[in-house]
């Protein structure tokens, strides 16, 4: 699982503020929670666990220096660094928020490397005080719960410390005394101690207890320096303890002879470096049979690796590997070993097996069991190697020791956990407090058996065992757990041995294997495969439910019966010998597709030898490689190139038309690129503009000049796609391409007889709308002239209409030159809505003045569009003036202004309640100098047509439902700052 970053918690009022910072700190490999108020922050910091906190002095309603008080209660914020973000300068706001519990400070905004240097340096203080409180507290919990007394003194041999073992062996009122007051030593402790801290060895000393009885203790010193004055540790150990532990390991081991006498099987218990420590009753019957007595030690003191290392390697081979597995298990390489080996005997051969396993104690234990069919084992029936391995491992099986009156002298780890109670509670109970009524029957009996007449003779068996019974236990709690339970006694210990084996696991793991089992059978038989088991002899011996209802019979008519004959209606024989694809094939008289996996069995598995078939329906995929084929064939046959990219832009797939159009073979274009290859368009613009399109998830269609592989250049047209799979994700890029040299040429001699035609038509219009007034300033002057004596108002009317005529002549050309304004306008993917607020500002004025009330509705997540503002300002102002015209007749004139996101384009709509358009005169309004008002020229909408063609949108004016008139404008969406799309094309 991937780990994340230290945790930063951003408090800030600032959207821009909390953008950029959590843009900065997201780099730095953190992660980021942001808030933009106090009491939403403090709402959300009990759910959180920050590593650094930032947090903004000045915000509304809860204050950052109120905020920083009240995180300091919680205690997940008590230690953390906070970092407070301020734009002011004032040192009584600083100094307020460092009372309120602030780290440090920074001016906004902040530049990113101090920031960087700040928060990382704020981090890594946070951490190594984490890492040293964590350390401190696992330092006290070793000093509260250590087995020895350790106490600090300080330079005059005060006790300044005492751990809870100090206490107990010196007296709760030893801190203040000084430690020459409570240790006895040969030479005076003053002088004891600076030798102690300068050789680092332990000394021994006799210890004066708070009971004033004296104590054997062993004394280690270390000295430290704390305020620049000299400390000393002191750690006592009480040897009157030592002692006991020895009794204690003397007891182990006669507790392990004792045990090891019951296993009927010949046990040695090695040292670490194979010398044989001792060994049980079985392996001296053994060597006394078989006359390997070796005196009166049994091999006691020999090394046993010396003797298999010196066995001949070719005849005695075991003895080797023997050796090395008692090396591995003494070493700690491996917990257990066996070895299965032959021995010659006088009457016949037999098997043996050898088990090495860790014994307590640092010791290696060997256990030679007979595995010979025919051997009944003179030992215990019932404690085998393999429940001996498992005592020793710590498996369910619990031993406990029992004195002469029935109580508790010993229980081991397994039977402590089982009863619920430790070894401390029973010590010294009576057996019969933990046996059910009848468990307590059934223990009499066989005690008193055992201690009747089944007590070992002397010079026989060591030790007698009662037959294994089914006890049940009582624990503390009332809870009877099923049992098995072994009496055994030794000749030479008192009291007696219990070997109890818990039997739940067995019975609960009986019942998981049963509903194990038919979990699995409920599984095969739910999988829609055909799944059947079949002999060597090409038999049925078991199926899944599918088998059945493909074959339409019930199980007993399928079990045993041949599979071909089943299947292929053949006398005999197998499946395999049938089928002769296992890719591919099918049954007779169906007309589906199937395919078959067959997996080779042994009798290992305990379920015969044979195979297991599993046959799958593969029709759909098979319909779904013909359907492939023959698409993949008829793209091959189009007249059109097609070539197939991967996300790195190498060609994985290219049909003969592009072979022929490019002049390169398919084996040459394979894996590499069409830049490498001198392929594709010849403008580097013209692949940028393809990959800002594939990067925004859309289609590229249009057309550029492109090189041949002979390095002549042709135009070509293409349409570059990208391939979404079932997820939405995109992966390969599909471009289909034709040779369009002709085809432009063909255009270019049309177009130039357009042009012409199109030029008579506008000069025409030219001259029509400029001779208007040019003939009536002339009318004007005509008879100004011819006037003698014209009056003054005479004179001002003429010189109005020539001046009025002027003016209009004027805005004509004026309009004529905007008609050639952004020929190249400057696409930027940038945010539309700010733009839009400042333009409805711009003319909210001027239709105010004119009574027209103006309505607007933008979407708040518009997003960013590709427009150049120049011309999509002279574009919608042309369309606000058309608005404007409309509405000279109505009532309650209104425009209403809209943008919103419709999938990859941003659409703007421009509406009026004027008097709207009709059908006819919707052909004609994007004509050149066509107009339907007195004096409009006919170009502004050719104008607006124009500017948003080259913003590679489009404009379009329709009637409304409700009456009046909307114009739609339409642009591609930009999908931000990040592009997702990943090719590489060059």
């Given at each position: 699982m991937e780990t994340q970053g230290p945790l930063v918690h951003l408090v800030d009022d600032d959207a821009v503020i909390r953008q950029l910072l959590g843009m900065l700190l997201r780099e730095q490999g953190l992660e980021v929670v942001t808030h933009s108020d106090g009491l939403t922050a403090l709402g959300a910091a009990a759910h959180l666990e920050p590593d650094i906190v930032l947090l903004d002095i000045s915000m509304p309603g809860m204050d950052g220096i109120t905020l920083c008080g009240r995180l300091r209660q919680l205690d997940a914020y008590r230690l953390v660094p906070i970092l407070m973000l301020t734009g002011i300068s004032d040192e009584s706001a600083v100094e307020a928020a460092f009372a309120a519990g602030a780290t440090d400070y920074i001016l906004k905004p902040p530049k990113p490397v101090v920031l960087k240097h700040r928060v990382s340096y704020l981090l890594q203080a946070y951490q190594a005080e984490r890492q040293l409180q964590e350390a401190a507290r696992h330092m006290h919990a070793i000093v509260q719960y250590a087995s020895d007394a350790i106490l600090t003194l300080d330079n005059d041999l005060r006790i300044l410390t005492a751990n809870p073992m100090a206490r107990q062996l010196m007296g709760s009122e030893c801190i203040g005394q000084r430690i020459t007051t409570l240790v006895d030593s040969q030479l005076p402790l003053s002088d004891l101690i600076p030798r102690l801290v300068k050789t680092g060895e332990s000394m021994t000393a006799d210890l004066v207890g708070g009971d004033g009885r004296r104590h054997p203790v062993e004394l280690t010193c270390s000295e430290f320096y704390s305020h620049r004055k000299r400390h000393h540790t002191l750690i006592v150990r009480n040897l009157a303890n030592r002692g006991q532990v020895e009794q204690e390991l003397e007891g182990a081991k006669r507790l392990l002879n004792s045990v090891i006498n019951t296993v009927g099987e010949p046990v040695a218990i090695l040292s670490p470096d194979g010398t044989v420590v001792t060994v049980n009753t079985a392996w001296?019957?053994?060597?006394?049979?078989?006359?390997?007595?070796?005196?009166?030690?049994?091999?006691?003191?020999?090394?046993?690796?010396?003797?298999?290392?010196?066995?001949?390697?070719?005849?005695?081979?075991?003895?080797?590997?023997?050796?090395?597995?008692?090396?591995?298990?003494?070493?700690g390489e491996k917990r257990e070993f066996s070895l299965d080996y032959p021995c010659q005997s006088p009457d016949a051969q037999r098997w043996f097996r050898a088990h090495v396993l860790a014994g307590p104690l640092s010791s290696v234990m060997v256990i030679h069991e007979d595995i010979t069919p025919r051997h009944t084992s003179a030992g215990l029936p019932f404690i085998t190697p393999q429940r001996w391995m498992r005592f020793l491992s710590g498996l369910p099986h619990g031993l406990a020791m029992v004195d002469g009156r029935g109580r508790i002298i010993f229980a081991n780890n397994y039977l402590t956990t089982l009863l619920g109670e430790p070894m401390r509670k029973l010590y010294g109970q009576r057996g019969r407090r933990y046996l059910s009524h009848q468990g307590w029957s059934q223990f009499k009996t066989a005690w008193r058996q055992l201690g009747l007449g089944k007590l070992p003779e002397p010079d026989t068996d060591r030790v007698a065992v009662s037959d294994k019974q089914e006890v049940w236990l009582r624990k503390p709690d009332g809870c009877l757990v099923l049992t098995q339970m072994t009496l055994a006694v030794f000749q030479d210990e008192p009291g007696l041995v219990l070997l109890i084996e818990d039997l739940t696991p067995r019975q609960t793991l009986d019942e998981v294997r049963r509903r194990h089992n038919e979990e699995w059978l409920a599984t095969v038989d739910a999988l829609p495969n055909l799944i059947l088991l079949e002999s060597t002899e090409g038999n049925i011996r078991r199926c899944n439910h599918a088998v059945a209802a493909f074959l339409g019979l019930p199980y007993p008519a399928i079990i045993h019966q041949s599979s071909a004959k089943l299947f292929f209606g053949q006398a005999s024989g197998s499946l395999l010998n049938c089928i002769q694809d296992a890719s591919a094939f099918q049954f007779p008289g169906d007309n589906r597709w199937f395919q078959i996996s067959s997996y080779w069995i042994t009798q290992e598995r305990g379920i015969g030898t044979g195979w297991v078939h599993v046959i799958d329906d593969i029709t759909a995929r098979r319909l779904v490689e013909q359907d492939t084929a023959r698409l993949i064939a008829a793209i091959e046959r189009v007249g059109e190139g097609v070539v197939t990219f991967n996300r790195r832009g190498r060609i994985i797939f290219c049909n003969p038309a592009f072979e022929h159009l490019t002049g390169i073979q398919n084996w040459e274009a394979i894996g590499r690129r069409l830049s490498r290859l001198g392929l594709g368009p010849v403008e580097r613009t013209t692949r940028r503009e393809i990959l800002r399109c594939l990067a925004r998830g859309q289609d590229w269609r249009g057309q550029y000049l492109a090189r041949r592989r002979d390095g002549s250049t042709y135009y070509e047209e293409a349409t570059v796609s990208p391939v979404h799979d079932a997820s939405g994700a995109m992966g390969d890029v599909v471009m289909v391409c034709r040779d369009v040299t002709e085809q432009r040429r063909y255009e270019a001699i049309a177009e130039a007889v357009n042009v012409t035609e199109n030029a008579g038509?506008?000069?025409?219009?030219?001259?029509?709308?400029?001779?208007?007034?040019?003939?009536?300033?002339?009318?004007?002057?005509?008879?100004?002239?011819?006037?003698?004596?014209?009056?003054?108002?005479?004179?001002?009317?003429?010189?109005?209409?020539?001046?009025?005529?002027?003016?209009?002549?004027?805005?004509?050309?004026?309009?004529?030159?905007?008609?050639?304004?952004?020929?190249?306008?400057?696409?930027?993917?940038?945010?539309?809505?700010?733009?839009?607020?400042?333009?409805?500002?711009?003319?909210?004025?001027?239709?105010?003045?004119?009574?027209?009330?103006?309505?607007?509705?933008?979407?708040?997540?518009?997003?960013?569009?590709?427009?150049?503002?120049?011309?999509?300002?002279?574009?919608?102002?042309?369309?606000?003036?058309?608005?404007?015209?409309?509405?000279?007749?109505?009532?309650?004139?209104?425009?209403?202004?809209?943008?919103?996101?419709?999938?990859?384009?941003?659409?703007?709509?421009?509406?009026?309640?004027?008097?709207?358009?009709?059908?006819?005169?919707?052909?004609?309004?994007?004509?050149?100098?066509?107009?339907?008002?007195?004096?409009?020229?006919?170009?502004?909408?050719?104008?607006?047509?124009?500017?948003?063609?080259?913003?590679?949108?489009?404009?379009?004016?329709?009637?409304?439902?409700?009456?009046?008139?909307?114009?739609?404008?339409?642009?591609?969406?930009?999908?931000?700052?990040?592009?997702?799309?990943?090719?590489?094309?060059?």
């Open positions: 001296r019957r053994t060597a006394d049979t078989q006359g390997m007595a070796a005196g009166a030690n049994y091999g006691i003191g020999m090394n046993y690796l010396d003797l298999c290392d010196q066995a001949d390697p070719e005849r005695y081979p075991e003895a080797h590997a023997l050796a090395l597995g008692i090396r591995q298990v003494a070493q038509y506008i000069f025409s219009a030219i001259r029509h709308e400029m001779g208007n007034p040019i003939n009536s300033i002339k009318t004007a002057l005509t008879v100004l002239r011819r006037t003698e004596q014209p009056s003054p108002s005479a004179v001002t009317t003429c010189v109005d209409r020539c001046l009025s005529e002027i003016g209009r002549v004027e805005y004509l050309l004026r309009t004529l030159r905007s008609f050639s304004l952004h020929e190249t306008p400057e696409l930027k993917a940038q945010p539309l809505v700010p733009f839009l607020e400042r333009f409805c500002a711009l003319i909210a004025d001027g239709l105010a003045a004119r009574q027209i009330a103006l309505e607007r509705a933008f979407e708040a997540n518009l997003g960013l569009a590709w427009f150049d503002e120049r011309a999509l300002h002279q574009a919608l102002m042309n369309l606000i003036s058309n608005a404007i015209d409309a509405l000279a007749t109505t009532a309650s004139p209104r425009i209403v202004i809209t943008a919103k996101q419709q999938r990859q384009l941003v659409v703007l709509t421009v509406y009026d309640n004027g008097v709207g358009i009709d059908t006819e005169k919707q052909k004609h309004l994007f004509r050149p100098f066509y107009t339907s008002k007195p004096q409009g020229t006919g170009l502004g909408l050719v104008i607006t047509q124009r500017l948003i063609s080259k913003m590679k949108g489009t404009v379009e004016l329709q009637p409304h439902p409700a009456g009046g008139c909307e114009a739609i404008v339409t642009l591609e969406a930009a999908a931000g700052s990040k592009h997702p799309f990943g090719y590489v094309i060059e």
